[in-house]
């Protein structure tokens, strides 16, 4: 049984001090930390602190320096966000805390990336995401991006206050199958009716699968306005892009 | 470079994809109660505007969050929702397919900017539960308790007609579990009434020894022997008195026994009812747990609020101390509590004690386990509580008290909706516990309020009309417990009312604020006697068992709720107090929580509380062979009546 005095970053020893509670979670989280390199431990601890550019740096030495790209992914980054998850849960951290540390694990995975397609790996699937028009709520959006990107999505961001023109722009240049809209506000809601409306105008409609979700949206909504799917949370967003990749759309 | 295997691969991605799913559920769980936008600094990182926002407390900072985690945040979003129909409509012209729907047009229940479609057949309450708005009650929806008072802003005309039980309102107030939507063509927007309680803290500290359980030995902190942390530069502990209404915390410096900060904030239970046998049953129900989660979230949430304004770590909180009464100790303590809420209504903590199984029914459990944000070391210590419902509050307000040196005989009551009496000295003592009611605290009684602003405390009848002081010199609202107890003994003062409640010249109510339409009735009195009924079979049958008179009471010490602004000359005239000369009676205020503070303070005090508890004799009032005679004889509004000695004869 490995001990907190095993793991040779400073920092991890600290977060796992002050934040892990349950005995075994410890036990199981020292473990892991106390088998992997400290230059893994380093990687995880930019995690944990949601620096990018510790992140970025560090992944890609790591990567140069010959270390497995799946032991980077296993130690490094996913072993941060672990403890991310646990600070997370024991309401240590909140919501725009943990969308950072996962924007720190984007940075890393942007090294990982290139050998996943030069070992012929591709990712499951293109997702355009965006809040309609008028919306600057994004964080559920937010949440759907982190979540489809470890789900192994390739995943567009276009931000908030996203124009129909600027969807079309992005389906066009990305060839992406599916396109994610959020919106947050009964306003800005028929702005998705409008979006798929201008798909239709410019004769796309057919090249793409509608997601969308947000507080007031409904399935019934979804319905109406000629989306394709509709998901109530992050975690269904996941299962709802797997449906609309697998059911053909144009890729 | 190393290609990666797809099975290896595959493998990491599920792994990541679980933590995350977690994290997703957790996050959606959360924003139910709190703002996603708000950082773990209560800051602001919402690109919109927000009402809830408010100004950087420093250069370079974003700007920090108001919201108070207890209703929907959203609604203080700036947005400008226009109506469900119109959205509707839009969308429809923007989409080519044809409806499936009818075209009925569809309105609203609005509270605040938030709103959902309104339903011909639900209450209010229906729709604010559609809504998340916590509206309170402990009647079970059935239009008795009068907690869930609403302000029909607009759109009254939709709603069914004022039924029956909501006589005692006028205007735009309605109770929103009685007044359903009717109409489906009306918007209708309530909100509620905002009550922020007197609330009584405690007073003086005196002087107590210092003689705590953490202590600091040189760089290292103990608690007893052990040690269990480095010197950080304080050592802090908390006193909590957990009241069924009413929270009191108050953070105490361990080496200097200085008071460090003092919050009180209203038990956030109330949505599971208003009193403890409400809590017991919705704790039955499919929300077990759900009611200690609360007290402990805003517990923290109170702690961390102290931590930032002091500019201390949690992790020098090392102590806790937590009185209650029974059901408030083990909820806090997340037990089950299903065994107080039946004969003979004894919590686990007890049966066990009684049969052996344990030596205290103190309880000390780490705060890890109760995830109370302190030292990852600290404990929580429970006073041990007396007997069935009268808990380690009554217990920490008789060590208060001094209650093991008092050598004279005195009385301890605590008023409120579940009263508690105590009689003897320090070689015996009696106890019990009378179950009130809410009728002096805001309840039953037509215009009956807690004591917050807009409500009458004082009440006096001079020259055919009523004179009377209202808190905060507001427009008035209702009368209080203090303000009822006035308006008693002043109708009987001027033989307006008989000691049975019948009011002169056969009148069915009085005008107490004709301009403001606030009356009393003769129903409110039997209510109010039947509350008072319960003060006073618990004083009387104490008194009776102990063997005493009241003229032989030393002290009669009152305490807890309006006690402290109860004129007592006019409360032992209507008989809800025992006829003590008010130069004995001694108002003690929040009594319990002083005690919390010196069982926080002092290991001896521990000790004396253990003690104490063990020699009281619990009283079961109901299983008295004349209770209900005693109980009739008590519902009048007359002095106490002692049979055995003349009437005691009141100062005028």
């Known amino acids: ?251 | 470079m190393k290609k990666i295997d797809q099975s290896d691969y595959d493998r990491s991605v599920a792994r990541l994809s679980s933590l995350l799913s977690d994290i997703a559920v957790h996050a959606q769980e959360q924003s139910k109660m709190r703002c996603p936008y708000k950082n773990r600094l209560d800051q602001c990182t919402a690109k919109f505007g927000c009402r809830n926002k408010r100004k950087p407390r420093a250069k370079d900072q974003l700007p920090w969050c108001a919201s108070d985690d207890k209703l929907d945040y959203r609604s203080a979003w700036e947005t400008e929702p226009d109506e469900y129909v119109q959205v509707r409509d839009t969308i429809r012209k923007t989409v080519s397919r044809p409806c499936k729907n009818s075209d009925q047009p569809m309105s609203q229940v609005w509270y605040d900017r938030q709103h959902c479609p309104g339903q011909t057949g639900k209450t209010i309450f229906d729709h604010a539960d559609d809504l998340r708005v916590r509206v309170p009650s402990s009647c079970g929806r059935s239009g008795h308790c009068h907690e869930c008072v609403v302000e029909i802003k607009r759109g009254m005309e939709a709603l069914s007609p004022p039924s029956e039980v909501e006589n005692f309102l006028h205007g735009q107030y309605r109770l929103a579990c009685q007044a359903c939507v009717e109409k489906s063509d009306v918007d209708v927007e309530f909100s509620l009434l905002l009550r922020t309680p007197k609330i009584l803290t405690a007073q003086d500290h005196g002087v107590i020894e210092l003689d705590p359980v953490v202590t600091r030995r040189g760089d290292d902190v103990y608690y007893h022997d052990d040690q269990i942390d480095t010197y950080r530069g304080h050592i802090y502990g908390m006193a909590v008195d957990v009241g069924t209404t009413t929270i009191v915390a108050e953070l105490v410096d361990l080496e200097t026994g200085q008071s460090a900060y003092l919050s009180s904030f209203e038990n956030p239970q109330r949505f599971g009812g208003s009193d403890v046998m409400r809590r017991i049953s919705y704790d039955a129900g499919e929300f077990q747990g759900e009611l200690h989660k609360v007290l402990i979230n805003t517990l923290n949430g109170e702690i961390r609020q102290m931590c930032d304004k002091l500019s201390i770590s949690r992790h020098e909180i090392y102590e806790f101390v937590v009185v209650g009464n029974s059901t408030m100790r083990e909820m806090f303590f997340n037990h089950d509590v299903q065994s107080i809420g039946q004969m003979p209504y004894k919590s686990q903590v007890e049966e066990q004690y009684l049969s052996g199984q344990r030596n205290t029914t103190s309880l000390t459990e780490p705060a890890r386990g109760l995830r109370l944000w302190a030292n990852r070391r600290a404990q929580v210590f429970g006073a041990p509580i007396i007997a069935s419902h009268v808990g380690g509050d009554v217990a920490a307000g008789l060590l208060a008290m001094d209650m093991a040196r008092q050598t004279e005989v005195v009385m301890f009551v605590d008023v409120g909706t579940n009263s508690e009496v105590v009689i003897g000295h320090k070689d015996r003592l009696i106890a019990a516990s009378c179950p009130a009611g809410p009728a002096f605290e805001g309840g039953l009684v037509r215009f009956g309020m807690p004591g917050c602003d807009g409500a009458i405390e004082s009440v006096r009848y001079r020259d055919g009309r009523f004179i009377c002081q209202t808190i905060g010199q507001t427009e008035p609202r209702g009368i209080c417990g203090s303000g009822l107890i006035d308006l008693l003994a002043e109708l009987r003062r001027h033989d307006l009312m008989t000691p049975k409640g019948v009011f002169a010249d056969k009148a069915k109510h009085f005008d107490i604020i004709p301009e403001h339409g606030i009356t009393f009735s003769r129903n409110d009195a039997s209510e109010l006697a039947q509350a008072k009924a319960a003060n006073y079979c618990g004083q009387i049958i104490l008194m009776r068992k102990f063997g005493i008179r009241p003229d032989q009471v030393a002290k009669l010490y009152l305490a807890g709720g309006f006690a402290n602004y109860v004129d007592s000359v006019r409360a032992v005239e209507i008989g809800f107090i025992a006829p003590v000369s008010p130069d004995r009676i001694v108002k003690i205020g929040n009594a319990a929580a002083q005690g919390a503070l010196q069982m926080l303070l002092s290991k001896h005090a521990r000790q004396s509380i253990e003690r104490l508890v063990r020699k009281i004799e619990h009283v079961e009032l109901e299983t008295t062979a004349d209770f209900f005679e005693v109980f009739v004889e008590g519902c009048q509004f007359k002095p106490m009546h002692f049979p055995s000695q003349p009437r005691h004869q009141e100062p005028k």
Not at chain 1, 32 to 40: D, N
Not at chain 1, 202 to 222: I, N, S, W, Y
């Open chain 1, 1 to 251: 049984m490995a001990q907190l005095s095993d793991i040779a970053n400073e920092f991890v020893r600290q977060e796992i001090e002050e934040f892990i509670e349950r005995e075994d979670e410890r036990q199981h989280i020292i473990d892991l930390y106390a088998k992997a390199s400290q230059q893994m431990q380093d990687i995880a601890a930019s995690i944990i602190d949601g620096d990018n550019d510790s992140s970025d740096s560090l992944t890609s030495k790591a990567l140069d320096d010959g270390v497995d790209a799946t032991t980077v992914m296993d130690d490094g980054l996913i072993a941060g966000m672990a403890i991310v998850g646990i600070k997370f849960r024991e309401n240590f951290i909140f919501v725009p805390e943990v969308l950072a540390c996962a924007r720190a694990m984007k940075a890393g995975m942007a090294h990982v990336e290139p050998i996943l397609s030069a070992s012929g790996i591709k990712p499951i699937g293109k997702v355009i995401m965006g809040t309609v028009k008028g919306d600057l709520h994004d964080i559920g959006k937010n949440l759907c991006i982190m979540m489809l990107r470890g789900a192994g999505f390739e995943v567009i961001d276009l931000g908030v206050d996203t124009s129909p023109d600027d969807f079309i722009e992005a389906v066009e240049e990305h060839e992406a199958p599916v396109v994610g809209m959020s919106a947050l506000l009964t306003t800005t809601m028929p702005n998705m009716g409008k979006t798929i409306d201008a798909f239709i105008d410019a004769d796309l409609r057919d090249d793409v699968k509608f997601m969308v979700g947000g507080a007031p949206v409904t399935p019934e909504f979804a319905d109406d306005m000629g989306a394709d799917a509709y998901g109530d949370n992050a975690v269904e967003c996941v299962d709802v892009a797997k449906l609309l990749v697998g059911s053909g759309a144009k890729v």
